[in-house]
């Protein structure tokens, strides 16, 4: 698509189809911790990482070759970029493993903290400011946290302890992840090229990381390699390549308005499709947490001239 046409497919808000599509997407990455937990049943967590990115990678690799996208051409990102790798790698690492030792609720409402590690990162690193607002919406992040892990000391045999700490590792990982591409020259790389970065990292990760692990295969089954495979295919190829398109074409802040719904798809699929228990301290929780996600993301107003 030539330049005229992108400027002039760019919409000034999110209009009706771009909200569905935030609605598809949320509801799909919210299932996808659930896909993720159904894969284990036949292999190992670190051998869903690696087989998830490299599938993926292939994809957007495609994707680009398609678009005419140019991945190759110097642009001095190769350093942060691979300190991005690795830093996803790491994160991803951290939220499979703990996704295995812990529920899809709580797995999911403390990986999507990731956005208020980066306001408190972005403080102290990015000379971005915490107003009132913003941190209004911390502390009732801190509360969810709160709610999140006092469910874990009465919760069953699913919960762990580790698997909790080890999915708030990942969220943290992530907002330094983001502050890195923030601060450097990542910041004006293809979407595509940046996607790639990660995954890369997330493949070399995980196989340095594999023969400490157990088993790759657990259990050839259909149903844990239908979830690996819609991990690999749907996820990666096609909702993060959508979630790029909408980028180019709508704002960034009225999408993220949108992401308190993440967690929520989350913690119902996970009750619907594996009847994970929902207590008092989970709801609790996602309510604090959306909430702060809502007020975090809100835009400011614009102010009217005099």
């Given at each position: 698509m030539?330049?005229a046409?992108?400027?002039?497919?760019?919409?000034?808000v999110?209009?009706?189809?771009?909200?569905?599509?935030?609605?598809?997407?949320?509801?799909?990455?919210g299932?996808n911790?659930v896909?993720?937990?159904?894969?284990?049943a036949?292999?190992?967590?670190?051998?869903v990482s690696?087989v998830?990115?490299?599938?993926?990678?292939l994809?957007?690799?495609?994707?680009?070759?398609?678009r005419?996208?140019?991945?190759f051409r110097p642009?001095?990102t190769?350093v942060?970029?691979?300190?991005?790798?690795?830093?996803?790698?790491?994160?991803f690492?951290?939220?499979y493993?703990?996704l295995?030792?812990?529920?899809?609720?709580?797995?999911?409402l403390l990986v999507?903290t990731?956005?208020?590690?980066?306001?408190?990162g972005?403080h102290?690193?990015?000379?971005?400011?915490?107003?009132?607002?913003k941190?209004a919406g911390?502390?009732?992040?801190?509360?969810?946290?709160?709610a999140?892990?006092s469910?874990?000391?009465?919760?069953?045999?699913?919960?762990?302890?580790?698997?909790d700490?080890l999915?708030?590792?990942?969220g943290?990982?992530?907002?330094?992840t983001?502050?890195?591409i923030k601060?450097?020259k990542?910041?004006?790389?293809?979407?595509?090229?940046?996607?790639?970065?990660q995954l890369?990292?997330?493949?070399?990760?995980?196989a340095?990381?594999?023969?400490?692990?157990?088993?790759?295969i657990?259990e050839i089954?259909?149903l844990?390699t239908?979830a690996?495979?819609?991990?690999?295919f749907y996820?990666v190829?096609?909702?993060?390549?959508l979630?790029?398109?909408?980028?180019?074409?709508?704002?960034?802040a009225g999408?993220s308005?949108?992401?308190?719904l993440?967690?929520?798809?989350g913690v119902?699929?996970?009750?619907v499709?594996?009847?994970e228990?929902l207590t008092?301290?989970i709801?609790?929780?996602?309510?604090?947490i959306?909430?702060g996600?809502?007020?975090?993301?809100?835009p400011?107003?614009?102010q009217v001239?005099?």
């Open positions: 030539s330049g046409a992108d400027t002039f497919d760019r919409r000034d999110v209009d009706l189809t771009a909200a569905a599509m935030m609605v598809g997407l949320t509801l799909s990455w299932l911790y896909a993720a937990k159904v894969s284990y036949g292999y190992d967590p670190v051998f690696i998830r990115s490299i599938i993926g990678g994809c957007v690799l495609g994707w680009c070759w398609l005419g996208i140019k991945l642009d001095k190769l942060a970029g691979i300190a991005v790798g690795v830093l996803f790698g790491v994160e690492l951290f939220l493993i703990g295995e030792l812990t529920t899809v609720a709580r797995n999911t999507n990731m956005p208020f590690w980066v306001l408190i972005g102290f690193l990015l000379g971005e400011r915490i107003n009132v607002r941190l911390l502390v009732l992040a801190f509360c969810g946290l709160a999140v892990f469910d874990g000391i009465v919760a069953g045999e699913d919960a762990t302890l580790t698997g700490l999915s708030l590792g990942s943290i990982l992530w907002a330094l983001s502050i890195v601060r450097s990542l910041v004006e790389t293809s979407a595509e090229k940046l996607l790639l970065y890369v990292g997330a493949a070399v990760v995980g340095l990381v594999l023969p400490f692990a157990g088993p790759p657990r089954a259909a844990p239908l690996l495979l819609f991990q690999s996820i190829a096609f909702t993060y390549v979630w790029f398109w909408l980028l180019t074409r709508y704002p960034a999408l308005s949108f992401a308190f993440s967690p929520v798809f119902l699929c996970g009750a499709l594996l009847g228990p008092i301290r709801f609790l929780a996602l309510g604090l959306a909430a996600l809502i007020i975090v993301n809100r400011s107003r614009k001239p005099a």
